[in-house]
């Protein structure tokens, strides 16, 4: 009895636990101790201080062989975020757990990624670096600086690129790299070199094999989201994190977009929701609710008129039949009796004239917020035997109708006026 009433005190105990630990969000710290000996979050940084009051952390350093990124499945990440602090040292020792394939794994199962470059004199371990190159960011390599002789501070004229990310530029001293990126479309840029700026190998002229950048080519703060939604960003320098929202947006504390719910129905039977079923020239409803992540909660989306922020809805079969902007409907709830946590958008429609399979599709990519793609697949048929409009019903039947009735009753006056008007009384004639 004693030893079950043990075991009992001790499931308890690890429940309330594993309870507490419930949505705090393990970040894992990799840093070069030769340059930033970060062994605690107290060093005075803002950024730490950020980190230690919003995540359980752990502190590594590139070698330490016991840092792994999964659990023992494989199929389980340990880690919520990764921060990559630059490096004086090309390769690191711990190459089987950190390398550019199991990143990407990481990236493929939601985790976020946060990137520092260095300075002149340090830069990424190449493992890293390959990771990065792969997802379309090509840094600036070792010894290589961001120089601009004409705008000696960032300002937002010359550098920062519209984005929903960064509102104002908060940094004037740059004391970093660039980096160059491809045409992939997950990749928007947050922060640009000026025009009159270059990144150039240090002590060496500007020509054509030194020179890594030049001009609005290169970029000093990058972003990159997957299509699951997981961040990733490159910063230039360690300058830039005092641009808290570029952080806090690869942390998914902000612009972070949940689908609460996505329904139609058929107008002519609204109490049945998302009917597989529906007939050609019907009227369909098609509602959705979006909730923002705000302050730890989930609050109401809220577009303004006029934004290219507004979410559209595509009916299509292989090509979109109909795009469509949603309208703003209001705030509602997404649960029964609860909180108005989440806006909803609506957008009234006729099917069209075509019969087939056809998919309500919601696909929202804009820049800087989270990925939204949401697929319901309806059948539209032909209308029956009996549902086809009479002939009276159609208004270019009405000439034809009228013609007809005009012959029968030209028929039927032509009958009574041979039968009896137009008749000669031959015995009154005679007499």
Same mark, same amino acid.
């Given at each position: 009895?004693?030893?079950?009433?043990? =075991?009992?005190?001790?499931?308890?105990?690890?429940?309330?636990?594993?309870?507490?630990?419930?949505?705090?969000?393990?970040?894992?710290?990799?840093?070069?101790?030769?340059?930033?000996?970060?062994?605690?979050?107290?060093?005075?940084?803002?950024?730490?201080?950020?980190?230690?009051?919003?995540?359980?952390?752990?502190?590594?350093?590139?070698?330490?062989?016991?840092?792994?990124?999964?659990?023992?499945?494989?199929?389980?990440?340990?880690?919520?975020?990764?921060?990559?602090?630059?490096? /004086?040292?090309?390769?690191?020792?711990?190459?089987?757990?950190?390398?550019?394939?199991?990143?990407?794994?990481?990236?493929?199962?939601?985790?976020?990624?946060?990137?520092?470059?260095?300075?002149?004199?340090?830069?990424?371990?190449?493992?890293?670096?390959?990771?990065?190159?792969?997802?379309?960011?090509?840094?600036?390599?070792?010894?290589?600086?961001?120089?601009?002789?004409?705008? #000696?501070?960032?300002?937002?004229?010359?550098?920062?690129?519209?984005?929903?990310?960064?509102?104002?530029?908060?940094?004037?001293?740059?004391?970093?790299?660039?980096?160059?990126?491809?045409?992939?479309?997950?990749?928007?840029?947050?922060?640009?070199?000026?025009?009159?700026?270059? #990144?150039?190998?240090?002590?060496?002229? =500007?020509?054509?094999?030194?020179? @890594?950048?030049?001009?609005?080519?290169?970029?000093?703060?990058?972003?990159?989201?997957?299509?699951?939604?997981?961040?990733?960003? @490159?910063?230039?320098?360690?300058?830039?994190?005092?641009?808290?929202?570029?952080?806090?947006?690869?942390?998914?504390?902000?612009?972070?977009?949940?689908?609460?719910?996505?329904?139609?129905?058929?107008?002519?039977?609204?109490?049945?929701?998302?009917? +597989?079923?529906?007939?050609?020239?019907?009227?369909?409803?098609? #509602?959705?609710?979006?909730?923002?992540?705000?302050?730890?909660?989930?609050?109401?989306?809220?577009?303004?008129?006029?934004?290219?922020?507004?979410?559209?809805?595509?009916?299509?079969?292989?090509?979109?039949?109909?795009?469509?902007?949603?309208?703003?409907?209001?705030?509602?709830?997404?649960?029964?009796?609860?909180?108005?946590?989440?806006?909803?958008?609506?957008?009234?429609?006729?099917?069209?004239?075509?019969?087939?399979?056809? +998919?309500?599709?919601?696909?929202?990519?804009?820049?800087?917020?989270?990925?939204?793609?949401?697929?319901?697949?309806?059948?539209?048929?032909?209308?029956?035997?009996?549902?086809?409009?009479?002939?009276?019903?159609?208004?270019? /039947?009405?000439?034809?109708?009228?013609?007809?009735?005009?012959?029968?009753?030209? @028929?039927?006056?032509?009958?009574?006026?041979?039968?009896?008007?137009?008749?000669?009384?031959?015995?009154?004639?005679?007499?």
């Amino acid at each position: 009895m004693i030893k079950q009433f043990y =075991i009992l005190l001790n499931f308890l105990y690890f429940t309330i636990i594993f309870a507490l630990d419930i949505g705090i969000e393990q970040t894992l710290v990799l840093h070069d101790p030769e340059i930033l000996p970060l062994n605690d979050s107290t060093s005075g940084s803002n950024f730490l201080k950020y980190l230690d009051s919003n995540f359980e952390l752990t502190f590594a350093d590139y070698n330490n062989d016991e840092i792994s990124l999964f659990y023992n499945d494989e199929e389980s990440i340990r880690f919520d975020n990764i921060i990559l602090f630059p490096s /004086s040292k090309k390769t690191i020792n711990n190459k089987k757990n950190l390398n550019q394939h199991n990143l990407l794994k990481f990236i493929n199962l939601k985790g976020n990624v946060l990137v520092i470059g260095g300075s002149e004199s340090t830069s990424l371990p190449e493992p890293f670096r390959i990771w990065l190159n792969e997802l379309g960011i090509y840094p600036a390599p070792k010894n290589y600086k961001y120089i601009d002789h004409f705008n #000696t501070k960032l300002s937002e004229k010359n550098n920062l690129i519209k984005n929903n990310i960064v509102d104002s530029l908060k940094v004037e001293s740059y004391d970093g790299s660039a980096a160059l990126i491809t045409n992939n479309e997950l990749i928007f840029p947050i922060i640009s070199s000026s025009k009159t700026g270059y #990144t150039n190998k240090v002590g060496t002229p =500007i020509d054509q094999e030194s020179t @890594w950048t030049f001009g609005t080519q290169g970029y000093l703060a990058v972003a990159f989201q997957a299509l699951n939604n997981a961040r990733v960003a @490159w910063i230039g320098s360690i300058d830039l994190l005092n641009q808290v929202e570029i952080y806090e947006w690869v942390f998914q504390k902000k612009n972070t977009l949940r689908l609460q719910f996505a329904q139609h129905v058929n107008n002519e039977d609204p109490s049945k929701i998302n009917p +597989t079923l529906y007939r050609i020239k019907d009227q369909a409803i098609y #509602t959705i609710g979006i909730s923002e992540f705000k302050n730890g909660q989930w609050v109401p989306f809220e577009i303004g008129d006029g934004s290219d922020l507004t979410p559209q809805l595509s009916f299509k079969m292989l090509d979109p039949y109909q795009k469509l902007n949603l309208e703003k409907l209001g705030k509602v709830s997404s649960k029964e009796k609860g909180d108005l946590d989440t806006f909803a958008y609506f957008v009234n429609f006729t099917v069209p004239d075509h019969h087939g399979m056809f +998919t309500f599709e919601l696909d929202y990519k804009r820049h800087g917020y989270s990925w939204i793609l949401d697929k319901k697949i309806v059948t539209v048929r032909h209308l029956a035997n009996d549902e086809f409009k009479r002939s009276w019903d159609i208004t270019n /039947s009405w000439l034809y109708i009228a013609s007809t009735l005009l012959v029968i009753i030209a @028929w039927f006056l032509f009958v009574v006026n041979y039968i009896y008007v137009g008749k000669v009384n031959y015995k009154k004639k005679d007499q």
